[in-house]
Nanobody
Framework: QVQLVESGGGLVQPGGSLRLSCAVS????????MGWYRQAPGKERELVAT???????NYADSVKGRFTISRDSAKNTVYLQIDSLKPEDTAVYYCNAGIGIKVYWGQGTQVTVSS
């Protein structure tokens, strides 16, 4: 049973920072690409960033320069450093991981940017 658990969300003022974490647990052979997505109220889930096993990162244009994705393969954990937060970054942030032929998702963590 594979499980992804996100943490690190919360309420932050505009211009602030957060660091999200997502740990993969369970019976795992190899975790391939990992990623972060977000879903704002009334909107579809959208890609934020992805990172391959070879740590090649890819970002949505809206977050380039403010978000940094990284991973610790030994811990099967992916991180998302979020800086210069804007109100429009408010959303539930989900991580995912490719393991074998399947993609697994976490339950999401809420990020709210408000003064």
């Amino acid at each position: 049973q594979v499980q992804l658990v996100e943490s690190g969300g919360g309420l932050v003022q505009p211009g602030g920072s957060l660091r999200l974490s997502c740990a993969v647990s369970g019976t795992i052979l190899t975790v391939n690409a990992m990623g972060w997505y977000r879903q704002a109220p009334g909107k579809e889930r959208e890609l934020v960033a992805t990172i391959t096993r070879g740590v090649t990162a890819n970002y949505a244009d809206s977050v380039k320069g403010r978000f940094t994705i990284s991973r610790d393969s030994a811990k099967n954990t992916v991180y998302l450093q979020i800086d210069s937060l804007k109100p429009e970054d408010t959303a539930v942030y989900y991580c995912n991981a490719g393991i074998g032929i399947k993609v697994y998702w976490g339950q999401g963590t809420q990020v709210t940017v408000s003064s």
